[in-house]
């Protein structure tokens, strides 16, 4: 089978997009040809020969005209080459490869995950052949089309590390970009209620999600010099989606704020590495089993986020219950059997 995949950024130095690196990689071990059309191209190497690239050009610069017509220029020169075309995640790639898609009867599979619905959303599920998402959450209409596959982690690139040294300090990470939606200021008072008990390092990696959210930032930075905090959170800019397994494996905790909807991405990531999360997000309790109550706590509540850390900060079953929530992750959301469901969506 010969696909088309069409993607906003193909480059495994990034660190929001890295991760389509790994799908493109997987995906191609599953069909004899991948063509791929990206709007940006960055670091590509390594990818298998049966993979061939083709960048609408933003790397040189935002300009929509250019991008357009070199879309139309990636559409007429794969389509009449592949038997499907899958589109991930931005509607706008549904609408602007359907008429070729429709012209020369090629199925569209589209990939979408997130609590968004607009007219572009009600749009390809009028013109895409199959939806696939991560969860029933995940693409909010109620379609004959959706097909609900889980998540794809890279479990052989996120996994556990060697047994670490033991420390005195108590980590905690939490990866997500600097926006109010991760919820950095509950966590920051979290921690300024248990700094005097428990002796404790936290990292936040992740750069600003959009420009005009550098206020939002400086807040984060005002309320952590008013606690006296500076010596214990950490902002680390972005990193590599690749490079992110260091962080999580050094880790002995993870937190992730954001309030119930689609599972983030981030916390599959960490549960890959073997590390126990801390989320405010109740779609994972089914993944959580029976140690749901001790990794689920109430949304904003700060002292519920501070008693949480505090009890498994003193939990000697750390690591039993990473690996329980590792096996989750490689069982329900491992990369492989994601790119052998999209491959299987074709042939229905």
């Given at each position: 089978m010969n696909l088309l995949m069409i993607t906003r950024k193909v480059d495994?130095?990034?660190?929001?997009?890295?991760?389509?690196?790994?799908?493109?990689?997987?995906?191609?071990?599953?069909?004899?040809?991948?063509?791929?059309?990206?709007?940006?191209k960055g670091n590509t190497k390594g990818l298998p020969d049966n993979v061939e690239i083709f960048s609408l050009g933003k790397e040189r610069g935002k300009n929509?005209?250019?991008?357009?017509?070199?879309?139309?220029?990636?559409?007429?020169?794969?389509?009449?080459?592949?038997?499907?075309?899958?589109?991930?995640?931005?509607?706008?790639?549904?609408?602007?490869?359907?008429?070729?898609?429709?012209?020369?009867?090629?199925?569209?599979?589209?990939?979408?995950?997130h609590k968004a619905i607009n007219w572009k959303v009600k749009l390809i599920n009028v013109l895409a052949d199959k939806i696939v998402t991560p969860t029933q959450e995940a693409f909010g209409l109620e379609s004959d089309k959706k097909i609900v596959i889980s998540h794809g982690i890279d479990t052989e690139l996120f996994k556990p590390a060697p047994p670490k040294e033991k420390s005195d300090i108590f980590r905690?990470?939490?990866?997500?970009?600097?926006?109010?939606?991760?919820?950095?200021?509950?966590?920051?008072?979290?921690?300024?209620?248990?700094?005097?008990?428990?002796?404790?390092?936290?990292?936040?990696?992740?750069?600003?999600g959009l420009d005009n959210q550098q206020n939002y930032f400086k807040e984060l930075q005002q309320m952590i010099k008013e606690k006296r905090l500076e010596s214990i959170i950490n902002f680390k800019n972005s990193i590599p989606n690749r490079k992110l397994p260091k962080y999580y494996q050094e880790s002995d905790l993870s937190i992730n704020?954001?309030?119930?909807?689609?599972?983030?991405?981030?916390?599959?990531?960490s549960m890959a590495c073997g590390l126990p999360v801390l989320v405010a997000n109740e779609t994972f309790k089914d993944g959580f089993g029976h140690y749901a109550d001790e990794l689920i706590f109430k949304h904003g509540n700060v002292k519920d986020l501070a008693k949480k850390i505090t009890d498994l900060a003193g939990n000697s079953q750390l690591k039993e219950i990473g690996l329980y929530l590792r096996e989750q992750v490689v069982k329900n959301h491992n990369l492989d059997n994601l790119m052998g469901k999209i491959v299987t969506t074709y042939k229905r």
């Open positions: 495994k130095d990034d660190s929001q997009a890295g991760f389509i690196y790994g799908w493109v990689k997987k995906l191609a071990q599953n069909v004899d040809v991948l063509k791929v059309i990206c709007l940006e929509r005209l250019r991008e357009f017509i070199n879309f139309q220029r990636g559409a007429l020169k794969f389509i009449g080459k592949v038997d499907g075309v899958f589109c991930h995640q931005n509607p706008e790639y549904t609408i602007l490869i359907f008429p070729y898609a429709k012209f020369f009867r090629k199925k569209i599979v589209s990939w979408y995950s905690i990470i939490s990866v997500g970009r600097i926006s109010p939606i991760k919820d950095y200021k509950t966590l920051i008072k979290a921690i300024s209620i248990i700094n005097n008990n428990i002796n404790i390092k936290v990292n936040i990696i992740g750069g600003l704020l954001c309030p119930t909807g689609s599972p983030d991405k981030a916390v599959l990531e």
